[in-house]
């Protein structure tokens, strides 16, 4: 389902490059759960966003769905992503105009829903997410917490058929993050969503099936150990 | 040197009010290490931006160094702010248009230092966080962990002789989060510096003396348990 092919992505310093990811390739099938780890720098968050579409490497191949990504368009690419990706931000990334409700709703304007199928599915959010009291607020409303729990709602509303989440409880206390992560079990195992995630945690990574350990941009990969 | 008295905070919402924190009262001494514990939205990062002066209270009184801070100026409340206390923000709010060396700076340009001093100090602090190589990126090109250890560099930067620290490791690895709690127990326990975190992980909040527990806006405080 995707392919990373000799993948690197540098930047120009001084009269050279930094590297921040090198000649990386992975497979990920549909229906994986992936946790992706490794110290502050290591190129986790850019590693999450080429495999999300959101920014291109600077050599190597993306096959994603079989698509060699690199040859589309930047229109394709947005198309590709609104229709299969939901992406949780490690910094949120919500829309400050828009109330909370609005935000969610975002994903399901691109879904040819009715208003009343889109209503009633934030609604549902909103309620699994214990945050129907925030619906009108904006974000500098909200906490920390709080808008990283929009953040993770707004990213499953369109029911994706894969979910790329960088660090998505990091601001949570324990009983919560542990909610976020057996929602994305269940859409794991119930509905075959592909799930790949960044995190620091080691019991956020022990609910995946593999880790990739990433390390000054190089990759390893290793089973999940049992805790 | 804090003591917060009948300290209540609101917002309008409707016809009525929501309650963020309600009633609360607290005393902080000098040297001591204080971790504030509690769920999503229950009032955390609005105590600690009140504790910290960067927020008013709605009603109740809030004595800092025994200094009656409800009667003083914006313009004296900003000044003990930046001759006092360092505060760690849990969205970092780094200044974009500076760079990192410029953003850990900041606080030095208000202590009468010369500018081979401040070069000293800045220099000190890059190094002992490991980010030498990023001083002259601006924040949206560092990593979220990054961002978080700017924040912290910025904050202890003019040995201010209070810290309030707002969710300080949540992006960090393990590894890095302990070098930052072992950080502020030596400047507790050497330099006498008072810290309040606000926390989630209770391996953080056992570096402290006192647990503060926050729920729903109300106060309740607690020794700090043995591991
Ligand atoms: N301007 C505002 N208008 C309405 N409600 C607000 C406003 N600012 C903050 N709040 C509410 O205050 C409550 C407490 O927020 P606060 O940021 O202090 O929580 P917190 O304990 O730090 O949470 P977290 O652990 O998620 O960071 C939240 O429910 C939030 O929605
Ligand atoms: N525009 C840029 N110019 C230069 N360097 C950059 C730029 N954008 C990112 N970097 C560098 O890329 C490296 C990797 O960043 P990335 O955000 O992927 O790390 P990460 O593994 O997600 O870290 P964290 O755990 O702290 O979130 C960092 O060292 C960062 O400074
Ligand atoms: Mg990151
Ligand atoms: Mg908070």
């Known amino acids: 389902m995707i392919s990373l092919k000799n993948i690197s992505k540098y930047y120009p310093a001084g009269f050279g490059r930094v590297y921040v990811l090198r000649n990386i390739s992975l497979d ?24 999300g579409l959101l920014e291109e490497p600077s050599e190597g191949e993306y096959l994603f769905l079989d698509t060699p990504v690199q040859k589309l368009s930047e229109k394709r690419r947005t198309d ?5 990706i939901g992406f949780v931000f490690q910094a949120y990334h919500l829309i400050d105009e828009l109330t909370v409700y609005e935000n969610i709703e975002t994903p399901l304007l691109y879904k040819g829903m009715s208003s009343s199928e889109r209503k009633s599915r934030v609604a549902d959010l909103l309620d699994r997410f214990n945050i129907v009291g925030k619906k009108d ?16 709602a707004r990213a499953v509303a369109a029911r994706p058929r894969v979910i790329f989440a960088d660090e998505p409880t990091g601001n949570l206390h324990s009983d919560q993050a542990k909610e ?3 929602l994305f079990k269940k ?8 799930i790949v995630q960044v995190t620091h945690s080691d019991v956020n990574a022990a609910y995946g099936n593999r880790i990739l350990n990433l390390k000054d941009g190089w990759l390893e990969s290793t089973p999940v150990p049992t805790l």
Request: charged share 10%; glycine share 14%.
């Open 28 to 51: 990920i099938a549909e229906g994986e759960f992936v946790s992706i780890m490794g110290p502050s720098g290591s190129g986790k968050s850019t590693l999450l966003h080429i495999l």
């Open 80 to 84: 590709l992503h609104r229709n299969h």
């Open 137 to 152: 607020l904006f974000p500098n409303q909200l906490s920390g917490g709080q808008q990283q729990l929009v953040g993770i």
């Open 180 to 182: 976020i992560m057996e």
């Open 187 to 194: 859409l794991n195992q119930e509905d075959g969503v592909t």
